[in-house]
């Protein structure tokens, strides 16, 4: 069962570039890594999926080393409203089905 | 991207009562959905995965006659919480898994909005 291991709580200023990075020592071959991003009250939200090398899209970038061992997102220029947890996810397979298990997430304030 | 639904988003019940929360595929099939709760600063928690056409798959120490779940068409999955007490309250978020090249490992998850219930 691969196994997510990310920093409990993070802070940074509006303006700055936010990394977090997430451990999945445990990352099957076919396995992609996904992060979401999650405000009070609310299911989480997509923000961007890899395999390997770099993914980058109109929100954030995936940073993914050759053993695919550990994975880092990348916000460019946070602002207050990016304020929220940010889960990164491996799926798991087993017992004949495939499924999500979360890890503890990442708290990210973002201060004025 | 897909857009998955639940209702309703909030529901206060008295001990003893059953609720039925809904989980709706709008725009995609989902074969596979799955139901998580979540405690307040808490991470989310794996209940069951829901397979059309077939029994749940419960996870450990997730009572299975309590978290009813039925999965009867590609688009619709309930999670029906049965005798409900104050200790069920909680935020229960489903997801579906949407397929990209026809495998699985790559699927990407979409949530619902969530329902929180209270027990009072």
């Known amino acids: 069962l691969a196994k997510t291991t990310q920093p409990i709580s993070m802070d940074s200023y509006e303006g700055q570039e936010v990394n977090i990075t997430c451990s999945h020592n445990n990352i099957a071959t076919n396995d992609y890594i996904t992060w979401y991003q999650q405000f009070p009250s609310q299911g989480p939200r997509f923000i961007i999926q890899?395999?390997?090398t770099k993914v980058t899209n109109e929100v954030a970038s995936l940073f993914i080393p050759a053993d695919r061992k550990s994975s880092t997102l990348s916000l460019p220029r946070v602002s207050l409203s990016d304020t929220a947890v940010y889960y990164c996810l491996v799926g798991a397979a087993t017992s004949g089905t495939y499924k999500y298990i979360f890890g503890t997430g990442t708290r990210l304030k973002v201060l004025a | 991207g897909a857009v998955v639904s639940q209702h309703p988003s909030w529901v206060i019940c008295k001990s003893g009562t059953s609720v039925k929360i809904e989980c709706r595929s709008l725009d995609f099939q989902a074969t596979t959905m799955f139901w998580y709760r979540q405690f307040p600063k808490q991470s989310l928690m794996l209940m069951a995965t829901?397979?059309?056409?077939?029994?749940?798959?419960?996870e450990q120490g997730v009572e299975k006659d309590k978290f009813l779940i039925n999965h009867a068409s590609l688009t619709l999955s309930t999670l029906t919480v049965t005798s409900a007490h104050p200790e069920d309250s909680s935020f229960y978020i489903c997801s579906a898994r949407v397929l990209v090249g026809g495998a699985i490992n790559t699927g990407e998850l979409f949530f619902g909005e969530g329902s929180r219930l209270t027990v009072l």
């Open positions: 890899g395999y390997k």
């Open positions: 829901s397979n059309e056409g077939s029994k749940a798959t419960y």
